[in-house]
């Protein structure tokens, strides 16, 4: 229920004001003393506020500043026996919702209190859904700076508002598990149960029995009744991944579960309430499923409510960086190394890669790298090492040029023993043009140095 505060130093207009709204259903609070008045704002949100303009010991407007000092978005209707056009400009000027001069008619009073609370519904309900955007863009495991990926966690923030379906499309290792806890934790069933299920993971005729559990003796080796995932996962969440690879009969028996919101155990004759949201996921595209025939076409229509499509990591390179340091760190304090740094040609290798297997690919990559390596920097090497050229893949004429140059260039620093002039003249470039082949290829000649002997 709306809850208004009422302040003004006639205690008739309070009685009167009191019962008036409390008959049209608000929780009110009447009050003729003015620090009391702040006080109880300080301690309590109201949605609303009537302040009369002329009080014994503060001015309407004085106090409605103060109030807009603890409450911002609490909207104030000024209320005065002595209306005159100056009152009215200067009250609204300084943010007053509205001027109602007495005697008011209710009718207009109510309206005017409807549209304010309205107002202020609409003014919490932006601020918390920016707040849960930006909580969702900090969210712990998910590091993104793409407008892409941005423009997903807005998706999810949205779609937490709902309790409708959710459908995640996006290539294996993109992080869909991963959307759907963020999604999960931003909805009002945070604090119920989130469970996964891979359903391609589990054979087929064991699915139907942990998805809906059963009762003792329903088959040989059901000693004990079993709770299924619907039933644990009540008033929560529960992400159907791989979803595409459920078999056809089973995929009937979710639909129904969809349509009737309850289910039966196996072996069981009593019916179990299902008050559970489904987030399917799939690397597969289930429209074209559906039209192979591999997929339900009602079932399709029933979990396609909120699509949310993830995008690859060769599309959102720019989250490339992100994502390596903060493997960099978690893996580097994981395996207790000081690991400093990554260098920049092994993250321009990093960036030129088109990554098949997304963010778990990377992850691994420097997991690998972190691992293997006995230097406190992560160097192109390490990189290289984790991702081996396949025979037949034909490189770009222009990569190809690229890396022959830099061959080249590294040959000749080792055998010239890091000497720039001789390796230049070995080249046939000026010094200053083979110092700018370096640069370009994160080169340090001083790598190349021959230790002096000793006489």
């Given at each position: 229920?709306?809850?208004?505060?009422?302040?003004?130093?006639?205690?008739?207009?309070?009685?009167?004001?009191?019962?008036?709204?409390?008959?049209?259903?608000?929780?009110?609070?009447?009050?003729?003393?003015?620090?009391?008045?702040?006080?109880?704002?300080?301690?309590?949100?109201?949605?609303?506020?009537?302040?009369?303009?002329?009080?014994?010991?503060?001015d309407g407007i004085e106090l409605m500043e103060t109030?807009?000092?603890?409450?911002?978005?609490?909207?104030?209707?000024?209320?005065?026996?002595?209306?005159?056009?100056?009152?009215?400009?200067?009250?609204?000027?300084?943010?007053?919702?509205?001027?109602?001069?007495?005697?008011?008619?209710?009718?207009?009073?109510?309206?005017?209190?409807?549209?304010?609370?309205?107002?202020?519904?609409?003014?919490?309900?932006?601020?918390?859904?920016?707040?849960?955007?930006?909580?969702?863009?900090?969210?712990?495991n998910i590091i993104c700076k793409s407008r892409k990926?941005?423009?997903?966690?807005?998706?999810?923030?949205?779609?937490?508002?709902?309790?409708?379906?959710?459908?995640?499309?996006?290539?294996?290792?993109?992080?869909?598990?991963?959307?759907?806890?963020?999604?999960?934790?931003?909805?009002?069933?945070?604090?119920?149960?989130?469970?996964?299920?891979?359903?391609?993971?589990?054979?087929?005729?064991?699915?139907?029995?942990?998805?809906?559990?059963?009762?003792?003796?329903?088959?040989?080796?059901?000693?004990?009744?079993?709770?299924?995932?619907?039933?644990?996962?009540?008033?929560?969440?529960?992400l159907l991944d791989e979803i595409t690879e459920t078999?056809?009969?089973?995929?009937?028996?979710?639909?129904?579960?969809?349509?009737?919101?309850?289910?039966?155990?196996?072996?069981?004759?009593?019916?179990?309430?299902?008050?559970?949201?489904?987030?399917?996921?799939?690397?597969?595209?289930?429209?074209?499923?559906?039209?192979?025939?591999?997929?339900?076409?009602?079932?399709?229509?029933?979990?396609?409510?909120?699509?949310?499509?993830?995008?690859?990591?060769?599309?959102?390179?720019?989250?490339?960086?992100?994502?390596?340091?903060?493997?960099?760190?978690?893996?580097?304090?994981?395996?207790?190394?000081?690991?400093?740094?990554?260098?920049?040609?092994?993250?321009?290798?990093?960036?030129?890669?088109?990554?098949?297997?997304?963010?778990?690919?990377?992850?691994?990559?420097?997991?690998?790298?972190?691992?293997?390596?006995?230097?406190?920097?992560?160097?192109?090497?390490?990189?290289?090492?984790?991702?081996?050229?396949?025979?037949?893949?034909?490189?770009?004429?222009?990569?190809?040029?690229?890396?022959?140059?830099?061959?080249?260039?590294?040959?000749?620093?080792?055998?010239?023993?890091?000497?720039?002039?001789?390796?230049?003249?070995?080249?046939?470039?000026?010094?200053?043009?083979?110092?700018?082949?370096?640069?370009?290829?994160?080169?340090?000649?001083?790598?190349?140095?021959?230790?002096?002997?000793?006489?």
């Amino acid at each position: 229920m709306d809850n208004i505060l009422i302040v003004d130093d006639d205690l008739n207009i309070l009685k009167v004001l009191r019962m008036r709204l409390e008959t049209e259903g608000y929780i009110s609070t009447a009050l003729a003393d003015v620090q009391k008045a702040i006080e109880v704002t300080r301690e309590e949100e109201f949605d609303l506020a009537l302040v009369d303009l002329k009080l014994a010991r503060k001015d309407g407007i004085e106090l409605m500043e103060t109030l807009h000092d603890i409450r911002p978005e609490m909207p104030v209707i000024i209320l005065t026996a002595y209306g005159t056009i100056e009152s009215t400009v200067d009250a609204m000027q300084k943010g007053a919702y509205s001027y109602l001069t007495k005697p008011f008619d209710h009718r207009q009073l109510l309206l005017q209190i409807k549209n304010g609370i309205e107002r202020t519904r609409l003014t919490r309900e932006v601020r918390r859904l920016k707040g849960l955007v930006g909580e969702r863009y900090e969210f712990k495991n998910i590091i993104c700076k793409s407008r892409k990926m941005k423009d997903v966690l807005e998706q999810v923030a949205m779609a937490a508002e709902t309790d409708s379906n959710v459908c995640i499309q996006g290539e294996s290792g993109t992080g869909k598990e991963l959307i759907a806890k963020a999604l999960h934790l931003a909805s009002l069933r945070k604090d119920n149960p989130f469970l996964a299920i891979n359903c391609a993971a589990i054979p087929e005729n064991l699915l139907e029995s942990e998805l809906f559990g059963f009762k003792k003796g329903a088959f040989t080796g059901a000693i004990s009744n079993k709770k299924g995932l619907f039933a644990q996962a009540h008033g929560g969440s529960m992400l159907l991944d791989e979803i595409t690879e459920t078999p056809l009969p089973m995929q009937a028996k979710l639909l129904r579960v969809l349509q009737e919101k309850e289910f039966y155990p196996l072996g069981s004759e009593n019916p179990v309430k299902a008050d559970v949201r489904i987030i399917a996921a799939s690397n597969k595209d289930l429209a074209l499923e559906v039209k192979k025939g591999h997929f339900r076409n009602d079932l399709f229509y029933r979990l396609h409510v909120i699509p949310i499509h993830l995008p690859p990591l060769r599309e959102r390179k720019e989250d490339i960086p992100l994502l390596v340091n903060h493997f960099l760190k978690r893996f580097t304090v994981e395996m207790k190394k000081d690991i400093k740094e990554i260098t920049s040609s092994a993250m321009q290798g990093l960036l030129s890669r088109d990554w098949p297997g997304n963010v778990r690919e990377l992850e691994n990559t420097i997991e690998y790298a972190v691992a293997m390596t006995t230097r406190d920097t992560i160097g192109e090497d390490m990189i290289l090492q984790t991702q081996k050229n396949k025979e037949n893949d034909i490189k770009s004429l222009k990569e190809a040029k690229n890396d022959f140059e830099k061959k080249y260039i590294l040959n000749t620093l080792s055998i010239t023993g890091g000497n720039i002039s001789k390796a230049a003249d070995l080249a046939g470039k000026y010094r200053a043009d083979f110092y700018d082949l370096l640069k370009k290829h994160d080169i340090n000649s001083a790598d190349f140095k021959r230790p002096k002997q000793s006489v």
